[in-house]
């Protein structure tokens, strides 16, 4: 069974950063990518980020250049490092996984906040 958790996240002003990590677990069958979404409340869950297993990286146009994905440096954790934050980047973040036969598991969610 695949476990997503992640962890960070809080609270900051405007312009500020944070992280958030995903620790993934039960992962027999390999994966082909992994990633971030985020949700606002009303709102359908958006896409932020993927790393392939190739090592490739893709971006959501507004969080290009500002949000940085990556494996993290304890194995079987990816990170999601956020600069220059804005309330738009409010949500709650969720990590995944997809397998192979491109079945997608994902985390509870984390909560992040950027308010003034």
């Known amino acids: 069974q695949v476990q997503l958790e992640e962890s960070g996240g809080g609270s900051v002003q405007p312009g500020g950063s944070l992280s958030v990590s995903c620790t993934i677990s039960g992962t027999n069958f390999g994966v082909v990518a992994m990633g971030w979404y985020r949700q606002t409340p009303g709102k359908r869950r958006e896409w932020v980020a993927t790393i392939t297993d190739s090592g490739t990286t893709n971006y959501e146009n507004s969080v290009k250049g500002r949000f940085t994905a990556s494996r993290g440096n304890v194995r079987n954790t990816i990170d999601l490092r956020m600069n220059d934050l804005k309330p738009e980047d409010t949500a709650h973040y969720y990590c995944?996984?997809?397998?192979?036969?491109?079945?997608?598991?994902w985390g509870t969610g984390i909560l992040v906040t950027v308010s003034s």
């Open positions: 995944y996984v997809e397998s192979p036969l491109g079945v997608r598991d």
